[in-house]
């Protein structure tokens, strides 16, 4: 055969097969980087919002004098970060006050505006307060006996906490929140803990 006839030659059906499975290994390899970057993505987003709940019902637990029943411990710990805890009346210095520990956030986004919705225990019922905040600025607020339209398909966070007496020294309290992604959004399912000390 001539050189010249070598050179017309193209590929031969090996090397194409050949050529045809890298490219197709590459391909899902590809694919299977970016599916593992968006489930990355989606979790920090999700672990980020699931931190912010926590670190708002510290602010919370915070605001609260030493003296009132929502923050007040003698000794030993109130609340569990395993199940829902509600005390059926703490009194603390004279005051007497019904207190849960826990609760749920909600956040939909419905008709361009973001709606959070808290829901707390409310005797034998829940309660359900929704602040929606509009593009044009504006927020509203309602309080209702029953879930929301807003709150179907929302994110729904899950908080629970306890208040320890004298730890990790005498004289203080340490508060810790735990919150948990109730949405199969991701796996595994998010949980952020956080304390705090204080008097």
Same mark, same amino acid.
């Given at each position: $055969?001539?050189? #010249?006839?070598?050179? +017309? #030659? ?13 490219? @197709?290994?590459? $391909? ?10 968006? +489930? ?8 980020? $919002?699931? *931190? ?17 029943? #929502? ?13 829902d805890s509600q ?25 361009? %505006? &973001? ?7 409310? @005797?034998?019922?829940?309660?359900? *307060?929704s602040t929606c905040?509009t593009p044009a ?14 709150? &179907?398909?929302?994110?729904?966070? #899950? ?7 004298? %730890?990790?020294? *005498? ?24 304390? $705090?000390?204080?008097?």
């Amino acid at each position: $055969m001539s050189p #010249h006839n070598r050179m +017309n #030659h193209g590929f031969t059906l090996v090397e194409v097969l050949v050529a045809v499975l890298v490219f @197709g290994v590459g $391909m899902v390899m590809l694919g299977s980087l970016a599916t593992l970057s968006l +489930n990355g993505t989606a979790s920090s987003r999700y672990r980020g $919002m699931a *931190t912010t709940f926590a670190s708002e019902k510290l602010e919370d637990l915070n605001r609260w004098p030493t003296w009132d029943p #929502h923050v007040c411990v003698s000794s030993g710990t109130v609340g569990s970060l395993s199940s829902d805890s509600q005390t059926a009346s703490v009194t603390c210095n004279g005051i007497s006050a019904t207190v849960d520990y826990y609760d749920d956030v909600a956040i939909s986004n419905s008709s361009g %505006q &973001v709606c959070e919705t808290l829901s707390s225990p409310n @005797g034998a019922s829940q309660l359900y *307060t929704s602040t929606c905040h509009t593009p044009a600025g504006a927020t509203t607020t309602s309080t209702s006996s029953t879930a929301n339209a807003i709150d &179907v398909g929302a994110l729904s966070f #899950h908080r629970r906490w306890t208040i320890e007496a004298n %730890q990790p020294v *005498t004289g203080v309290k340490r508060v810790t929140v735990l919150v948990t992604l109730q949405n199969g959004y991701v796996n595994p399912p998010i949980t952020v803990q956080q304390s $705090m000390v204080r008097p």
